[in-house]
T-cell receptor, first 112, second 114 residues
Framework: AQSVTQLGSHVSVSEGALVLLRCNYS??????LFWYVQYPNQGLQLLLK??????LVKGINGFEAEFKKSETSFHLTKPSAHMSDAAEYFC??????????FGAGTRLTVKP | GAGVSQSPSNKVTEKGKDVELRCDPI?????LYWYRQSLGQGLEFLIY????????KSGLPSDRFSAERTGGSVSTLTIQRTQQEDSAVYLC????????????FGQGTRLTVV
């Protein structure tokens, strides 16, 4: 069954440092993968999605993710963290049934 | 409407009472999803509708939980005989037809069982 695993429930970086949030997927077929962000007391919004058109996907707010089939990974990165990036980040995969399953989430803290 | 609408935004209920949570998806979206988010936890999948049918009900925690969708639009999640462990934020999302499409989320209903 399709699923995603997010490594690290909490990640802390300094402002201006690289952000790396890890997501590994399990899928028997080419997956459709998504990253969502949830700011404090807000709903979830889409950051980016992988639909097989390109392995490097660029999203909003300077985030990008690279699909690596050999590593079954879809890690999220941002070259330089900003204080406003502090939020909960969720990786998700679409299943053959058509629904979406989410990882446990990674809380990103940005230190000044 | 412009986005996914959920009502009520907050609900406080007494243990043992039944509650109904409503979700109005984006017009034209064929898929509708319900998730539960407990404090500090990820998104727990509850149920998914494609049109009015639910191909996957495996996420409903117990037989106290049920959901329906009518007219391919509005969905209601019902929790009977609520328990304190049901306290959480219940999120609804919808998406257009197509595996590559993303889900659009509502703001959620915060349920507190006292």
């Amino acid at each position: 069954a399709q699923s995603v695993t997010q490594l690290g429930s909490h990640v802390s970086v300094s402002e201006g440092a690289l952000v790396l949030l890890r997501c590994n997927y399990s899928s028997s077929v080419p997956p459709y993968l998504f990253w969502y962000v949830q700011y404090p007391n807000q709903g979830l919004q889409l950051l980016l999605k992988y639909t097989s058109a390109a392995t490097l996907v660029k999203g909003i707010n300077g985030f990008e993710a690279e699909f690596k089939k050999s590593e079954t990974s879809f890690h999220l990165t941002k070259p330089s963290a900003h204080m406003s990036d502090a939020a909960e980040y969720f990786c998700a995969v679409r299943t053959p049934f058509g629904d979406m399953r989410f990882g446990a989430g990674t809380r990103l803290t940005v230190k000044p | 409407g412009a986005g996914v609408s959920q009502s009520p935004s907050n609900k406080v209920t007494e243990k043992g009472k039944d509650v109904e949570l409503r979700c109005d998806p984006i017009s034209g979206h064929t898929a509708l999803y319900w998730y539960r988010q407990s404090l500090g936890q990820g998104l727990e999948f509850l149920i998914y509708f494609q049109g009015n049918s639910a191909p996957d009900k495996s996420g409903l925690p117990s037989d106290r939980f049920s959901a329906e969708r009518t007219g391919g639009s509005v969905s209601t999640l019902t929790i009977q005989r609520t328990q304190q462990e049901d306290s959480a934020v219940y999120l609804c999302a919808s998406s257009p037809r197509g595996e590559e499409t993303e889900a659009f989320f509502g703001q959620g209903t915060r349920l507190t069982v006292v």
